[in-house]
């Protein structure tokens, strides 16, 4: 019986190496983390202003905040802060300080664990905006969300994220090497996790259609931009760590 022998991983690491320093996904990569993270960021700034003067919280005496509606201001300041660690982690990873931006990328999963919760859960938007300390304890730390996805998110994930820049632990120190075939795998990670964000935000715009029926165009773009990267780039195809 034939097995995987020494010269295979060889083959395949040298593929996966090839693939994550071709110089037009580098690019490619870097461009589409850049684009992604204006798009949340003008997306959520259009969302606070929709949500901060449309609904009826502030008239029915429900918002702290005095909005509109305090599940679409959740939604938009969810995104906004997307945005701004979406560009910064790609930055670092690409501008000498991986470690930097690994640590802002587990941030990122975390984002991508609260965009599931209020697209599938009712008015956890509002909720986590609301909340205190005690709130995001019991129903939005990520270990409570992974439980309550029933398996969609993986604990091995997250701890990988933990490992690689999460915390200051000896792991992390691979980054410090500053390896560009491990930036460009973190990259595309970052990509991956960011394309799942807005999937779960497009969800939750269609239940929400009076606030984001102008935004329409902005989704096909995005959905479009993510499918040229995706057709073009072998890392896509690597299973998560």
């Given at each position: 019986?034939?097995?995987?022998?020494?010269a295979d991983?060889?083959?395949?690491r040298?593929?996966v190496?090839?693939a994550?320093?071709?110089?037009?996904l580098v690019?490619?990569?870097k461009d589409l983390?850049?684009?992604?993270s204006?798009?949340?960021?003008?997306?959520?700034?259009?969302?606070?202003?929709?949500?901060?003067i449309?609904g009826t919280?502030r008239?029915?005496?429900?918002?702290?905040f005095?909005?509109?509606?305090?599940e679409?201001?959740g939604?938009?300041?969810?995104?906004?802060?997307?945005?701004q660690?979406?560009?910064?982690?790609a930055?670092?990873?690409?501008?000498?300080?991986?470690?930097?931006?690994?640590?802002?990328l587990?941030?990122?999963v975390?984002?991508?664990?609260?965009a599931?919760a209020?697209?599938?859960?009712h008015?956890d938007a509002?909720?986590?905006l609301r909340s205190?300390?005690?709130?995001r304890?019991e129903?939005?730390?990520?270990?409570k969300l992974r439980?309550?996805?029933?398996?969609?998110?993986?604990?091995?994930d997250?701890?990988?994220h933990?490992?690689?820049g999460?915390?200051?632990?000896p792991t992390?120190t691979?980054?410090l090497?500053?390896?560009?075939s491990t930036?460009q795998?973190?990259l595309?990670?970052?990509?991956?996790?960011?394309?799942n964000v807005?999937?779960?935000?497009v969800?939750?715009?269609?239940?929400h259609?009076?606030?984001?029926?102008?935004?329409?165009?902005?989704?096909l773009t995005?959905?479009?931009?993510?499918?040229?990267?995706?057709?073009c780039?072998p890392l896509v195809e690597?299973?998560p760590?």
């Amino acid at each position: 019986m034939s097995g995987i022998t020494g010269a295979d991983i060889e083959d395949v690491r040298m593929a996966v190496s090839a693939a994550a320093l071709n110089p037009k996904l580098v690019t490619v990569r870097k461009d589409l983390a850049l684009f992604a993270s204006s798009f949340f960021s003008e997306v959520g700034t259009q969302l606070h202003a929709a949500g901060n003067i449309f609904g009826t919280d502030r008239k029915n005496g429900k918002s702290p905040f005095q909005h509109g509606s305090d599940e679409v201001v959740g939604m938009s300041v969810l995104l906004r802060i997307g945005g701004q660690l979406i560009s910064a982690s790609a930055e670092l990873l690409t501008e000498g300080r991986p470690y930097a931006g690994a640590a802002l990328l587990r941030q990122i999963v975390e984002i991508e664990y609260l965009a599931w919760a209020f697209e599938s859960r009712h008015q956890d938007a509002e909720r986590w905006l609301r909340s205190d300390r005690e709130i995001r304890e019991e129903f939005f730390k990520p270990a409570k969300l992974r439980t309550a996805s029933r398996g969609k998110f993986r604990g091995k994930d997250y701890s990988f994220h933990c490992e690689l820049g999460g915390h200051p632990v000896p792991t992390g120190t691979i980054l410090l090497k500053g390896d560009p075939s491990t930036v460009q795998l973190l990259l595309s990670d970052l990509l991956g996790h960011t394309g799942n964000v807005w999937d779960y935000f497009v969800g939750w715009a269609k239940r929400h259609e009076d606030y984001t029926a102008h935004i329409k165009n902005h989704a096909l773009t995005m959905a479009e931009k993510f499918q040229n990267w995706k057709s073009c780039d072998p890392l896509v195809e690597l299973p998560p760590p």
